[in-house]
């Protein structure tokens, strides 16, 4: 595909060119009118949202809570501090903090504690070394949280439908049993946009999530609960999943790690009422936490026996990898990425070019909406299907006056699905293998997270193509790394996507840890 795009180019004739210049300046004039836009979308929002009364988040009363969960997951083993403390104190903290930001859903306190009392008595009867303990429970004693559309035996598994509002699921998720098996304690779930389809985390039996930074912002979707509560270190351990990102919009808005792995890697039974038996899916389950250190060690644990497929140990040379970037999407239906954002990728740039043997290259993109919208019909889950519960099919014009008259169960956001599913298709199977066969064995390309940071709530109505930033990747099955990189002068987290070819999470997860050294990563919301 690569190589045809070059023979077109060069078989032009004057009438041609001069069609193409038009063309171009045609989406020039639309970028520009479109950014003008955007800015009175915000400036009018500004107006709407005032947080002006809003409780400080408190800081955490203890410093462990700062720490990484591999260094506390060692601290466990080591006997510094027992695993009910530690389960106990970020129990605290969801109790502290969840009020603020409605994160939290469902929990199960009593249980963890129990588990974590379980785990000191194993601990202190054990005759296996510290290193069998950390290859075989390398989160012994550790919390974790997962979402409310991840089965969690016990615990609320709604999707946020209205219909389901008292459901429990009566199974754990495959994710949720590695992460188990792994030594680590379930303490709770969190919440999800209907059946985790929308960038906001949103619905009808919850209510909204706020985000951390600015209760004024979305913490994005469909993870955007795990976002909040892990940015406010009430979880070090998140098992986020991503169909059209999922897991990287949600913590780049909220300033955390999130990791799409390569797709088919991890087992999908128990997300989303998946049976893990369907075929093929764009869907993956990723880590989350605060640390960039900490992504390797859960995705090996979330990727199980499929661990031989990556090579997570391997070391990496940066200064051996090629590096590319990019700052569109080839869809000019979503907004130009904005000058803070452009600036953190700068930022990476440089510092990349500097210890790279090979200078960094610009890639492009084309299709990116179409080509996602055109792999979501080929999914297995039929969006009006799950919306009933499935006891049926939803119906848009049966919805639709309801919502007018504020008697339909569903959110708008779900009705705006429901629309776009009865538009007409355009067929676009044309995969972007150039992208994947570029990157090979060593290239990493480095792409804005999304055009601006945290939006306001409700704001994404006016903006719904912006999630093409994500979603191309889940097209691309690529793994991809969401980076936090700073804060804005707002206050709001800046970020930029990694992405690397198929299976070499391993190079996203190295360069997360070199941006993470250089740049920061993590900016804790609360005052410290
Ligand atoms: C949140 O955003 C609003 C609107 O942009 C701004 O006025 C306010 O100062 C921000 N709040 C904080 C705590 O930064
Ligand atoms: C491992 O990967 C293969 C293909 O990528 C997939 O079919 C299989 O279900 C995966 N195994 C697990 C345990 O997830």
């Known amino acids: 595909m690569c190589q045809q795009e070059n023979l077109r180019e060069s078989s032009q004739t004057p009438k041609k060119m001069l069609l193409k210049a038009t063309v171009k300046f045609i989406i020039h004039l639309w970028i520009f009118v479109h950014s003008m836009l955007d800015n009175v979308i915000d400036l009018i929002f500004s107006y709407i949202y005032d947080d002006s009364k809003r409780a400080q988040i408190p ?64 601990l202190a009867s054990t005759t296996l ?10 989160f012994l004693g550790v919390p974790f949280t997962t979402k409310d559309s991840t089965s969690a035996k016990g615990l609320r598994y709604t999707l946020g439908l209205v219909s389901r509002r008292h459901v429990k699921a009566t199974e754990d998720a495959e994710v949720v049993t590695l992460l188990k098996e792994a030594g680590a304690i379930l303490i709770g779930v969190t919440n999800i946009p209907e059946i985790n389809m929308w960038c906001e985390t949103r619905n009808n039996v919850y209510g909204q999530t706020l985000n951390p930074y600015n209760t004024t ?14 940015a406010l270190a009430g979880s070090p351990l998140g098992i986020g999943t991503d169909v059209g990102g999922s897991i990287r919009m949600p913590a780049f ?40 250190q900490d992504l390797a060690p859960f995705l090996q644990v979330l990727v199980g026996k499929n661990i031989s497929k990556l090579q997570l140990d391997a070391e990496v040379s940066l200064a ?25 990728l700068e930022k990476a740039k440089t510092h990349f070019h500097e210890i790279c043997k090979t200078p960094l290259s610009k890639m492009k993109m084309r299709y990116s909406f179409k080509l996602w919208r055109y792999w979501m019909t080929k999914e297995p889950a039929n969006f009006a299907h799950e919306l009933t519960n499935r006891e049926g099919i939803a119906s848009f014009w049966k ?22 599913s009865i538009l007409p298709q355009e067929k676009s199977e044309t995969l972007l293998d150039c992208h994947q066969e570029k990157l090979g064995d060593d ?34 099955m690529l793994p991809v790394t969401q980076v936090p ?19 070499k999470d391993h190079l996203c997860l190295a360069v997360a840890k070199e941006l993470q050294k250089v740049f920061g990563g993590w900016v804790p919301p609360f005052p410290v």
């Open 59 to 122: 800081t955490v009363k203890d410093s462990l809570l700062m720490e990484s969960a591999v260094s506390l997951a060692e601290k466990i083993r080591n006997k510094e501090v027992s695993s009910e403390t530690l389960v106990q104190k970020f129990i605290d903290r969801v109790e502290e903090v969840n009020p603020l930001i409605n994160a939290v859903v469902d929990d199960r306190f009593e249980l963890a504690l129990q588990e974590a009392r379980n785990v000191d008595a194993f």
């Open 253 to 292: 808005y909220c300033g955390i790690f999130g990791h799409k792995p390569t797709t088919g890697l991890i087992s999908t039974k128990g997300l989303t009422r998946r049976t893990g038996l369907e075929g093929h899916t764009m869907v993956s389950a990723g880590p989350m936490c605060k640390y960039a």
């Open 129 to 138: 070394t510290q290193d069998m303990l950390k290859s075989q429970k390398p």
């Open 399 to 420: 919805e639709f006056p309801k919502k007018c008259i504020g008697q339909s169960d569903y959110t708008l956001a779900a009705l705006i699905r429901l629309a776009d």
């Open 320 to 344: 051996d990898l090629k590096f590319f970037y990019m700052t569109e999407t080839g869809d000019v239906r979503a907004s130009s990425v904005s000058v803070d954002m452009l600036h953190a």
């Open 485 to 503: 990189m700073g804060l804005n002068k707002d206050g709001l987290p800046l970020g930029i996507q990694v992405v690397a070819g198929p299976y």
């Open 217 to 230: 912002r979305t913490v994005g979707g469909s993870s955007g609960g795990e976002a909040s509560i892990i």
């Open 443 to 476: 290239g990493v390309l480095l792409f804005p997270s999304h055009p601006f940071p945290a939006v306001y709530h409700y704001s994404s109505f006016l903006r719904p193509y912006n999630f093409v930033y994500w979603g191309i990747f889940n097209v691309l």
